[in-house]
């Protein structure tokens, strides 16, 4: 006869076997804290323009050379719950101003570490979550008087450089002047008057081979690939977008046709051919230079289209063929039909160009304005241009920021010392326990400055104490200086090194709210998993024999 063990009474008892429960501030607070701080310290050491890349190899073993902390964590899969809400609040972040992702780790796994000590001198989770909101309060009225500059037409060329150039800085190091201005460019092009700007209308065509130097902006499409047909260059073109294939119609029904003659089959094949020759002939005389479509072009229908002098060009994306239709106006059609003047596009130049040892399609306007604006990047390697790519990603969101809100805050650390001073002022005025958490939330404040001394190599104390001094006599834009062998301070507004404010607004809220939610999670219950497949072993294992 089985013996029967009954349950642990209590929750646990309700569940199935397998299920886990952590409970009190020991099992589930300070785990939760612990994991959260392993994690913000491995993203630390990533932060700022000195940081550190990470070699990530993801779960189909692509692998990512990178210090963007939104890649990182989008590329490894965070199972830990408590480090998961860290990964969401950075992915809310990226989603909403497009950079910050490392400073909402870095911030909010401060805001835990410092906790962690308030907890152990008895504090309760709810009265430091008290003090934290409070504090984020106080930080986001502060912010607005720490403005420092404000970009109040983004079509200036200049200034947009200026406004994008630090974000590319954390990134790209030493190239951030060259791929500010390609940014720049391309944003500026497409921006359009009333409408808000989107960030995808700025394509990136990487092609192996050449330097980074050799990048440029092409005003339209570039595709990495060839055209079908012989004709390879069209100017002052009519284009025509087919999302179907470019052939003999294939009809819907199966019918049975009884040929009894040679003649007759003759016949039937020249029907079919005549009937292909009649619609490109339609198309040409419509005035169409370019036939684009989404799927094959037949051979009978490509010798038509060489005779008629039409270039034929297939992509096989539906996004890039909805993408080139707004590039070029025209109406994706869904049938082999001859276009009307409404539904044909308009292109200056569509000609076939070879980058290094790659041929590309260009689709270029020169004279009118295009919707779409695409940055081709040349590198050595496909993971230095996918990290290039990263960085331009980030200069393009703080472009749309710009063009939502211009204004500025100074940078390399100034903003989160004069926080953190201001706060310490504020903790003081107030009578409970919370002005404890506030103390801690400037202590935290000061994780940003430091993560960026440590990663350039210079005595963080120092730097800290010379910052404190220098806010303490009203220089509130002192920032540290990067570029400095000792343990400088310098004016971050003089320097240009500046942070969007909604960059800043947005990072601090999302940190706080994720270091709220963590705090506040007293008990934590795992189902049991659910029994799927087992994974398949590893070769050389016993059980595969």
């Known amino acids: 006869m089985a013996l029967h063990i009954p349950k642990a009474p209590g929750v646990p008892q309700m569940l199935k076997d397998g299920a886990r429960m952590l409970t009190g501030l020991e099992e589930s607070v300070f785990n939760n804290i612990k994991a959260c701080k ?24 692509k692998q990512f ?14 199972e830990h719950p408590a480090a998961k809400l860290m990964v ?17 780790i870095v911030l909010s796994g401060a805001l835990l570490e410092a906790a962690e000590e308030l907890l152990r001198l008895g504090v309760t989770p709810s009265e430091i979550a008290d003090g934290y909101e409070k504090a984020l309060d106080k930080s986001i009225e502060l912010l607005s008087g720490l403005i420092c500059h404000e970009i109040k037409d983004p079509k200036n060329l200049e200034a947009v450089i200026a406004g994008i150039k630090p974000s590319i800085m954390s990134k790209q190091y030493g190239n951030e002047d060259f791929i500010a201005s390609l940014v720049a460019k391309a944003c500026i092009a497409i921006l359009p008057e009333k409408t808000t700007f989107n960030v995808d209308n700025v394509r990136i065509c990487k092609i192996l081979g050449a330097g980074l130097q050799q990048s440029e902006v092409l005003s339209g499409m570039v595709f990495k690939r060839e055209v079908e047909g012989d004709i390879t260059s069209a100017t002052k073109a009519k284009v025509v977008v087919y999302s179907c294939p470019v052939d003999v119609t294939q009809t819907e029904t199966k019918g049975t046709v009884l040929i009894k003659t040679a003649d007759e089959l003759l016949d039937f094949s020249r029907g079919e051919e005549t009937l292909l020759e009649k619609q490109i002939k339609d198309i040409a005389d419509a005035g169409v230079k370019v036939v684009v479509a989404g799927a094959k072009f037949g051979d009978m229908a490509l010798h038509y289209l060489n005779k008629y002098g039409l270039m034929a060009v297939r992509l096989n994306s539906k996004f890039d063929l909805r993408r080139l239709a707004k590039t070029v106006n025209a109406t994706v059609l869904p049938r082999l039909t001859t276009p009307t003047s409404d539904e044909q596009g308009y292109c200056d130049t569509v000609r076939v160009d ?19 604006s695409t940055v081709v990047i040349r590198g050595s390697t496909d993971n230095y241009m996918d990290d290039i790519e990263r960085a331009i990603d980030d200069g393009v969101n703080t472009f749309k920021a710009i063009a939502r809100d211009g204004r500025f805050l100074p940078g ?3 903003t989160e010392i004069e926080l953190a001073q201001k706060l310490l002022q504020y903790a003081d005025t107030l009578p409970g326990l919370e002005q404890y958490a506030i103390r801690k939330f400037a202590v935290a404040l000061e994780s940003i400055p430091r993560a960026l001394v440590d990663n350039t190599g210079a005595n963080a104390t120092e ?7 220098a806010h303490k006599d009203g220089k509130q834009n002192y920032g540290f200086d990067i570029d400095s062998e000792s343990n400088d301070v310098c004016d971050a507004k003089a320097k240009g090194v500046l942070d969007a404010y909604l960059l800043k607004s947005w990072g601090i809220k999302y940190a706080v709210g994720a270091a709220t939610t963590i705090l506040k999670v007293n008990q934590i219950i795992m189902a049991k998993r659910a029994g799927g497949p087992k994974p398949k072993a590893a070769p050389g294992s016993d059980d595969e024999s």
């Open 463 to 469: 730097v800290i104490n010379n910052l404190y001094k």
């Open 38 to 61: 392993q994690f913000a310290q491995s993203v630390r050491s990533a932060y700022g323009p000195n940081g550190m890349n990470k070699l990530i190899i993801n779960h189909i073993e």
């Open 354 to 372: 070879e980058l290094g040892d790659t041929r590309v399609v260009v689709f270029s306007m020169e004279a009118s304005e295009s919707r779409i």
């Open 88 to 104: 969401l609040a950075s992915q809310m972040q990226d989603s909403e101003v497009g950079d910050g992702t490392n400073f909402v």
């Open 65 to 78: 050379v990178t210090s963007d902390a939104g890649t990182i964590i989008r590329e490894l899969d965070v």
């Open 412 to 414: 390399a650390g100034a």
